[in-house]
């Protein structure tokens, strides 16, 4: 079956950046594009961008141009998201989640990540 | 590209329907069949409901029905159950690889 699990819990100062990931399996990693999406404590969901797992391809959501890094590790079926320059707005839970045709069909369980001094 | 635009809340009884609406503009929801709704439980990750405006993926019951008319999506829940309560999401693609969400609509069933 799909999974997609994402790792652990990050808390990082101001300034500094987290990078966050996900794991994929039950399915042929290169085949499906992967996207971030991100949640604030208590907003909505915010589109990030996608990685083509394939060619390594990216595309950012305009808000995060210059700040996000999507990149993938084919040979452990494993996709990255890093958000440089981090402020307490970048408070938030991260997913990864697997596009199939124009729609999210499988998620990661999240990543909170906490900005604190 | 701003959210789509969606209630804050609705609410409703057991057995009954609600419907929840999200409205975009003519580069998004308007101009592609490519609405998508999720439904997301306290502390969860979302669940994909409904896809390409009306389409229900294998095991979402049938009480939820998606539908458009021009920038305005809609999600509908008939036979209201007591574990429909929880957060919906729609989500359009918005051209050019880009996709937006909504704000999201929190369900209460009284």
């Known amino acids: 079956q799909v999974q997609l699990v994402q790792s652990g819990a990050e808390v990082k100062k101001p300034g500094a950046s987290v990078k966050v990931s996900c794991k994929a399996s039950g399915y042929t990693f290169t085949d499906y594009y992967m996207h971030w999406v991100r949640q604030a404590p208590g907003q909505g969901l915010e589109w990030m961008g996608w990685i083509n797992p394939n060619s390594g391809g990216t595309s950012f959501a305009q808000t995060f141009q210059g700040r996000v890094t999507m990149t993938r590790d084919t040979s452990i079926s494993t996709a990255y998201m890093e958000l440089s320059r981090l402020t307490s707005d970048d408070r938030a839970v991260y997913y990864c989640?697997?596009?199939?045709?124009?729609?999210?069909?499988?998620w990661g369980q999240g990543t909170l990540v906490t900005v604190s001094s | 590209q701003s959210a789509l635009t969606q209630p804050r809340s609705v609410s409703g009884s057991p057995g009954q329907s609600v419907t929840i609406s999200c409205t975009g503009t003519s580069s998004d929801v308007g101009a592609y069949n490519y609405v998508s709704w999720y439904q997301q439980h306290p502390g969860k990750a979302p669940k994909l409901m409904i896809h390409a405006v009306s389409k229900r993926p294998s095991g979402v019951p049938d009480r939820f029905s998606g539908s458009k008319s021009g920038n305005t999506a809609s999600l509908t829940i008939s036979g209201l159950q007591a574990e429909d309560e929880a957060d919906y999401y729609c989500c359009s693609y918005a051209g050019s690889y880009t996709w937006v969400f909504g704000g999201g609509t929190k369900l209460t069933v009284l």
């Open positions: 989640a697997r596009i199939k045709s124009y729609y999210f069909d499988y």
